[in-house]
């Protein structure tokens, strides 16, 4: 179906979004929504940093760390391809200030979510680093059955956030797919010094036994087993410490595609339940030689 873009002002304002009932009403029914969410350091607008012109873009000639999540979430691939929705919000500055940006941007999304449930549709979201919490805080302001599957990708959000999520409204139906990996360790220790309480961001998991949320650990080596014999053969991690590596290892995006759209997958029972861990942890050394 095709990308389209909005974008938050940082009064709040949610901009761009004049197209969707048209894009809506020309969508096929079989057709996935999905709402697209960047993380920390990228602000619609700014040169080099405007997450449409890079991360959402299949035309940009930097498309974020060679990923473009349009072109990899099946955007341009015909009639029944999915309406991807890049949402931009200012994300620059300090981590602390982006912290508090992405809790202003929750409710810009949230009512983007309503007017597409108003049209008798729901979306999905896929998010990676502070857009996690945009995405939780979003949820937990939705109103119900407007939210399908939510991603998140080295998701930079508090335990708490993703409680209120879960026990919101939007939350009764939503599947949570939570892709983590040691690899990230360091920056979930950076969201725990954000938050200022240790061990309880999502990165460390959620362990409340929620059939609605799956911790998913693409650094170990029985999940990855796990995912060829569904079909998704991803690749191990090859540094020690990426923050994106949920979005820039090959094979990823086959099973985030397939996620999205609405494909009952056995994820549950055949990847392990991760092991309890803090974040203090050491860094393990990748299974592939560091480039």
């Not at 929705?85 to 009512?111: E, K, Q, T, Y």
């Not at 680093?129 to 407007?146: H, K, Y």
């Amino acid at each position: 179906m095709g990308l389209m873009a909005v974008n938050v002002t940082r009064d709040g304002a949610l901009c761009g979004d004049e197209a969707l009932a048209r894009h809506l009403a020309t969508l096929p029914r079989n057709a996935p929504i999905i709402v697209m969410v960047h993380g920390y350091k990228y602000d619609p607008g700014a040169e080099g940093r405007c997450p449409h012109e890079t991360l959402f873009d299949a035309s940009a000639a930097d498309c974020g760390r060679g990923v473009s999540w349009g072109t990899e979430l099946g955007a341009f691939d015909g009639a029944a391809s999915p309406l991807c929705i890049g949402f931009g919000w200012p994300a620059r500055g300090s981590v602390w200030r982006a912290w508090h940006m992405a809790d202003r941007a929750a409710a810009p999304l949230a009512g983007l979510l309503s007017r597409i449930a108003a049209r008798g549709r729901r979306a999905h979201l896929v998010a990676h680093s502070m857009g996690a919490r945009v995405c939780l805080r979003a949820v937990a302001l939705a109103p119900a059955g407007s939210v399908g599957r939510v991603i998140l990708l080295s998701g930079a959000a508090h335990r708490q956030d993703a409680r209120a999520a879960l026990t919101s409204c939007a939350g009764a139906s939503i599947e949570i797919v939570n892709v983590s990996g040691r690899e990230n360790t360091v920056f979930d220790l950076l969201t725990s010094a954000v938050t200022g309480v240790p061990n309880q961001t999502i990165g460390c998991g959620w362990q409340a036994g929620d059939p609605r949320w799956l911790d998913l650990r693409l650094d170990r080596d029985d999940t990855l087993a796990a995912l060829r014999r569904l079909g998704f053969p991803v690749a191990p991690p090859s540094a020690r410490i990426c923050h994106w590596s949920g979005y820039t290892r090959a094979g990823v995006f086959a099973l985030y595609r397939a996620l999205l759209a609405d494909r009952p997958l056995a994820l549950r029972m055949l990847t392990p339940e991760p092991a309890t861990e803090t974040r203090s942890a050491i860094l393990v050394r990748p299974r592939t030689a560091m480039p």
